[in-house]
Each structure stands twice: as C-alpha cells, then as structure tokens.
C-alpha cells in the first residue's frame, strides 16, 4: 500500500516536470517548426533605417505582419501601410480594425503564433532581454510563423539571435546597419536651461520632474515646451509629437522621460540629459550603455530639419559619461526572457485544484526554475501579475477568468487603475455583466493644475483598461460609449498641456488651484468609498434574499 502510494507520487512528480520544462521553448510553437524560415536580423544604432528597410520587405510580401513594442509604432505602421494604399489590420490589446487584409501592425504580445504568413518584422528585439516584457519577444522569435521573419534591433542582440536561431532550426542572415546621419556629443555642458535653443529635447526620468523642466523652460520666456512621458496616453503624446515637430507653432522645445527613446518620429537637433540615473520602480541606478544611446539616439533624424544630432548634459561629469556611451558598443545580451501560457498555467492547475492563481504562478516558477538551467532562457518578472492575482484571489473566477484580469494593462501601484480593476472585477463575478457606470468620473474639463492633469491622465488609463477587458470578457457591454469617452479625454490631456503654459499664473491663483485639486481628490475618495459601500450593501442585501 505504501509502495503504491508512493509510485502515484512519484508519476504526480514526473507528470509536473514535464508539464512544467521550459528548456525547450522552441518545441511550443508546432507552426513555426514546421516551416524552414529565414530569419534576417537588421542590426545598428538607432535612426540606421533598419525598421525602414524591413518594413519595404513586408510591404513587398503577400501576406505579412509587422509586431512592435508599442501601440503607437503598430499605430504608425498601420497608418503608413494603409496610406500607401495597402490594407492592413490592426491589433493591440485596446484596438481591433479588421479590414480582412492580408497585412497586420500589432504590437507584440498580441502577435499569433498560427497564421502562416510570407514575412513578419519584429522590431525592437533587444527588448528580448527586458526582465518583465521580454516573454512577449521570446514568444514571437521562436513562434511567429513566417516564411521570412526580419528582426530589427541593436547589434548587442546578436550572440543571444544566433543561440536561439540554432535551437529552432531556422536560417539566420545579419545585414549590418550604420547611422543616416551623424550623432555627437557636445564639447560642453549647458549651464542653463535658460540656454535651451529651438529643437532641443531635454529629458529627465519621471513625470514630475518632465513638468518641472517645462515650467522652468516655459518661465524664462523664451519658448513653448512639449512634453512626453510614459503615463501620457499614446494619442496624447503622439499629438505633443506633432505639435512639436511643426515648425512655428512656438512649442520649439520638448520636455521628456526616456520614453521619448521609441516610437516616436521625432524633428530633435539636441538631447540635453539633466541626469543619467533613474529610478527603477525599487532603486535609483545609472542608466545603461544602451539606455543612454537609445535617448541620445534621438537627436537628429535623416529626412527631418535637423538631420545632425548633438547630445549633452548638464554637468562636466554627465557629459563625459555620456561621451564614453556614445563611442561604446552596448552591453552583449545575456539572456532572452520567458512566461508559461496559460494553458501551460492550467494543465498545472488540474493537479492543484484547489489553488488559487497566485499559488499556481508560484508553484510553476518553483518547478520550471530547474528546466533553466544550462539555458539561455530566464523566468520573466511576474511581479505584477501576483500582486493583482492576489487582489482578486477572493473572488468567484475561474483560473482563465483570474489569468486575464491579472495581465490587464493595471499597475497595482497606480492606486486609482487598480482599485477600478478590483470594482470591474467584482462586479463581473458578483454580476456578471459591468456597465460604464463601473467607472468612477474625475473632472472632465480641462485641468487647471498638475494635479489635475494627473486625474485625467489617470481617468483615461481607467478607460483604457476597460477597454482592454472589453476585448476579453463579452460582459463588458458599452465599449463603443468608453472609447469615446476615452478619445475625449486625450483630447482633453492634450489641449490642458497646451494651455497650462500659456497661463501665466500668480502665487496666489497656484495656491488656489493646489487647494482645488485636494479638494477634487477628496471628493473622488468620497465617491469610491459610496460605491464600494453601496456593492457592499448591494451584495448583503442580495445575500439576505438568498436565504429567505
Ligand atoms: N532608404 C531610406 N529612404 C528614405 N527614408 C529613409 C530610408 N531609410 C530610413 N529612412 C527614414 O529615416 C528615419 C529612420 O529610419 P528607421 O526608423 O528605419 O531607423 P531605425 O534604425 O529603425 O531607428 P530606430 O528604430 O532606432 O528609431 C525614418 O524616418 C525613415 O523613414
Ligand atoms: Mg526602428
């Protein structure tokens, strides 16, 4: 008996191992194996036209898909494709135009993995190496099938590319790639930004500081400042993009965080970084070589007025740094990053019935750690995800349920994203159908402070993420009433921005506004403990039913 025992245990053992064996990721995409594909790998700095170059091969091909690592370059390849009279479809996690082409611009968590096409272009691969979004890139390299995919990125990528291109059996060709137009560093530092000049991008690495630097760049008279930043929407800041790109408009100067390093056609004759160190989400470090080429990389841009980029700082020692970045390869990539699917999840699952999906992310890492061992494959930071899968684990969900609402584009440090995730999914369990009305409003006017240009910023990203759900779960209802009530809050965001500098603003009239944004954060606060009270007595009174 005891015997029997412990052979079932040992087969239950077995039975995980495999179901958890990462050290062959190659083997999950059957399609692409079974094609012989080529892949090219378009390699060099940035602005060497290696996304250009690939991007005429798809435009060549019959069928294609063009994967990116943001909304606004599947946006832009979208519209460049479609405008050249070439149909193509677009799929990102919060927009599906199906237009039945046989082109498609993604981005690349959304690329398939069972659609044969003559040639796909996954740009940006050295995103391959990011600790938290590098699965998607993994996923697609070793997934997508193409006949021909062209890979385009920095040349740091290679050695890893030849790794994993030996593994699934497919043909590699590298074409090397140089700068269109020169990029140098500045003899010296600028001492002021009171010196900023037409063209100029000043950068800094949080929101806060991008606004202070446009204050400051707007106070001394000379010029109207654009901003770019992660937590400004896409189509917002693809609008301050064009606004600053459009010669006399006055907005000749733009304020940005690293962000402005992808995605963006940008017309900068100077990068001026005002640090090369930047916080992390747990610690300030300085940035890496390729970090600092990636943002100084935007300074001059063949085609544009200022083909010839200059980049600078605002110390001797910055600048000197920055110089030796310049003239150094980036750090070789050591490793690509992976993430189990969710079927991966719920064959785990059916062994551990009981468990709840923070448990199972956890015991998966556990077993699979071992199947990496020896590989150039590491498990992804999946931090995010267990912290919002744990926010949920009380509710009434399915694994799948739980899976798709822990990927939501919600970061459990944005308090007021991820409290709108814990009421969408609340009343998705308890309902089963959740309406706009699950979203709380901010002010829907212009914003008259920081503070509340921060509520709309994060009043749109509430929309976003429903959006997102809406695409997942058929009982999100009213999407069409939500994307416009998105559109206009970019709208919003945009025309705030503009309008915020030109108001020249008395001590007295900040103070006002400062006290006014409180009291709107209050009455927010006000509003969401209403309604968490409200569901509470929605649920009691729903309870009380059930038992009479
Ligand atoms: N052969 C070309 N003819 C005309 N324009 C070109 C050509 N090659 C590149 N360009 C233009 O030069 C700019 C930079 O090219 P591209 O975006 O392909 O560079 P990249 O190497 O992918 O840079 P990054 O991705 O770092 O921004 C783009 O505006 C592109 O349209
Ligand atoms: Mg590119």
Redesign the pocket.
């Known amino acids: 008996m005891a015997a029997g025992a412990a052979v079932a245990v040992g087969a239950a053992d077995s039975y995980t191992e495999a179901i958890t064996d990462l050290g062959n990721p190659a083997s999950f995409f059957p399609t692409a194996r079974a094609l012989e594909r080529t892949v090219v790998a ?1 390699l ?13 091969e798809l435009r060549r091909a019959a069928s294609g898909i063009y994967c990116g690592p943001l909304r606004l370059l599947a946006w832009q390849v979208h519209d460049q494709l479609s405008s050249s009279g070439l149909p193509c479809n677009l799929v990102t996690g919060q927009e599906r135009r199906d237009e039945g082409a046989a082109h498609t611009a993604c981005t690349t968590e959304m690329a398939s993995t069972r659609s044969v096409v003559e040639v796909a272009v996954l ?2 691969i050295q995103m391959i190496a990011d600790e938290s979004r590098g699965w998607a890139f993994t996923r697609a390299l070793l997934g997508v099938p193409a006949r021909t995919l062209h890979v ?2 920095d040349p740091a990528a290679l050695p890893l590319l030849e790794q994993i291109v030996a593994e699934t059996g497919d043909r590699l060709e590298v074409r090397r ?1 140089e ?2 137009s020169p990029l140098v560093a500045a003899r010296r530092p600028l001492a002021s930004l009171s010196q900023v000049q037409r063209g100029d991008c000043v950068v800094a690495f949080s929101r806060r500081d991008v606004h202070a630097l446009r204050q400051e760049i707007e106070g001394y008279g000379q010029h109207r400042c654009c901003v770019v930043y992660g937590a400004l929407p896409p189509d917002a800041r693809q609008l301050q993009a064009s606004l600053f790109n459009t010669p006399r408009t006055g907005f000749n100067v733009l304020a940005a965080s690293d962000a402005v ?3 963006l ?1 940008l017309a900068i004759r100077r990068i001026i970084f005002t640090s090369l160190s930047k916080y992390d989400g747990t610690a300030e470090r300085a940035l890496t070589t390729a970090e600092i080429k ?1 943002v100084a ?2 300074a001059g ?4 007025r200022f083909p010839d980029g200059i980049a600078t700082a605002t110390t001797p020692e910055d600048l000197e740094r920055l110089a030796a970045a310049l003239q150094q390869p980036s750090e070789e990539l050591a490793s690509a990053y992976l993430l189990p699917s969710l079927a991966q999840l719920e064959m785990l699952h059916g062994q551990h019935p009981a468990d709840k999906l923070p448990a199972i992310l956890r015991r998966f890492e556990e077993a699979a750690q071992g199947s990496l061992a020896r590989t150039q494959y590491r498990y992804a930071r999946y931090e995010e995800q267990y912290t919002l899968a744990t926010m949920l684990r009380h509710l009434p969900l399915s694994l799948r349920e739980a899976w798709a609402f822990s990927i939501s584009p919600a970061d459990p440090d944005d308090a007021p994203v991820a409290s709108a995730l814990l009421t969408f999914a609340t009343v998705y369990a308890h309902r089963g159908r959740v309406s706009p009305a699950a979203i709380l409003h901010g002010p829907v006017h212009e914003a008259r402070s920081e503070m509340e240009l921060q509520q709309l910023e994060a009043a749109h990203r509430v929309h976003d993420l429903y959006i997102w759900l809406a695409f997942r779960f058929d009982a999100f209802t009213g999407v069409e009433e939500v994307q416009e009530r998105r559109a206009a809050l970019s709208a919003l965001i945009d025309a705030s921005i503009r309008s915020m500098g030109a108001q020249r603003r008395s001590r007295r009239q900040l103070e006002a506004s400062a006290e006014e944004a409180m009291l709107v954060e209050r009455r927010l606060q006000e509003q969401w403990d209403w309604q968490q009270r409200g569901e509470w007595l929605q649920r009691k009174q729903g309870y009380q039913k059930r038992r009479r």
Do not use: V
């Open positions: 378009h060099g700095p940035t602005n060497s036209g290696k996304t250009h170059a690939a991007l005429q740009d940006e385009c990125g790639y700068r269109l390093g992808m995605g056609n990636q990389g935007r841009r063949y085609g544009s």
